[in-house]
């Protein structure tokens, strides 16, 4: 079935088509007119109308733009991780695309943010009304985005992404298999969604705007498993030949320990590839 109705294919701009925005575009490419801003056009996936840009520069927008956008789709990451790093991507960045979209009428404007923007540590189960205190500037900062997203005057929906992993970001894999990682029964609960279902999540809700079907503000899009991390490493030690824990290796998290609830996101009739942990890493143990 056709994401839209109309005769003529949705126009996207995904603004940041790296790594992830790259995964999303190939997704929409095949059914949308699609847009990809980044600042080395030359890195926009093959099939994606490269657009050459800097957010954080507004003169670099003018005329650069495509006009009768129906989706806007923010991924931006940091040019540096420092707090000033973070506020030009995800808050300058968005306030000077907002404004050089200079008035047009989007369906929906998609912010993929993170659920660094919550600090509990208490293995408390969390959704999408529990309360936002970042522990850090990078958190404080992805969430004064969300706020911009959500002032902008266009319809907003916030993605907050738990752990993203898969064959193109293996650091914590090569880690446990390496012995660099050796977490302390019992570990705090992680999350994390592989980057395939990443993808379609915004896939997903993107055919829903196009669909005319109503969407929420916000979803947390993270697997259907939070899982201790030692849980895990243990797991993956059983799967395949792993070195001694060093005397250095790291002995847990960097996310606090929470539980994320993607109850709002399964009710919206996405369908996870892999809903778990086990099913994430298997194929990528089994292609090593």
């Given amino acids: 079935m056709a994401i839209t109705d109309t005769t003529q294919p949705p126009r996207i701009l995904v603004a940041g ?25 030359d890195r926009v996936p093959e099939g994606i109308r490269a657009i050459g840009a800097d957010l954080t520069r ?6 650069t733009l495509p006009d009768d956008l129906d989706i806007v789709i923010y991924c931006l990451t940091p040019s540096s991780y420092d707090e000033q790093g973070y506020r030009n991507a995800y808050v300058h960045g968005l306030a000077n695309l907002i404004k050089a979209l200079n008035g047009q009428s ?20 969390l959704d999408e009304n529990s309360p936002t205190l970042p522990a850090r500037f990078s958190g404080e900062q992805i969430l004064a985005g969300e706020q911009t997203a959500l002032n902008s005057g266009h319809s907003a929906t916030i993605i907050r992404f738990s752990g993203i992993y898969g064959p193109s970001r293996q650091r914590f894999l090569e880690e446990v298999i390496e012995g660099r990682m050796n977490p302390q029964a019992p570990a705090p609960f992680s999350n994390r969604i592989h980057e395939d279902d990443a993808a379609t999540v915004v896939q997903h809700l993107v055919n829903r705007s196009l669909s005319n079907q109503s969407l929420e503000e916000l979803y947390i899009a993270s697997d259907c498993e939070p899982v201790r991390l030692d849980d895990v490493v243990e797991w993956i030690r059983q799967q395949t030949p792993c070195a001694p824990p060093a005397d250095d290796a790291r002995k847990g998290g ?7 609830s993607n109850r709002r ?6 369908h996870f590839r892999y809903p778990d942990f086990r099913a994430g890493y298997r194929p990528m143990i089994d292609e090593k």
């Fill in 265 to 270: 996101l399964l009710d919206s009739g996405f």
């Fill in 254 to 260: 960097r996310a606090g320990s929470k539980r994320l």
């Fill in 106 to 125: 989007l369906k929906q404007l998609i912010y993929i943010s993170s659920t660094s923007v919550y600090s509990q540590d208490d293995d408390s189960w």
């Fill in 58 to 63: 507004p003169d670099t927008l003018e005329k």
């Fill in 17 to 41: 088509c790296g790594k992830l925005g790259g995964a999303i575009a190939r997704l929409l490419a095949g059914s949308a007119e699609v847009f990809g801003l980044r600042r080395n056009p």
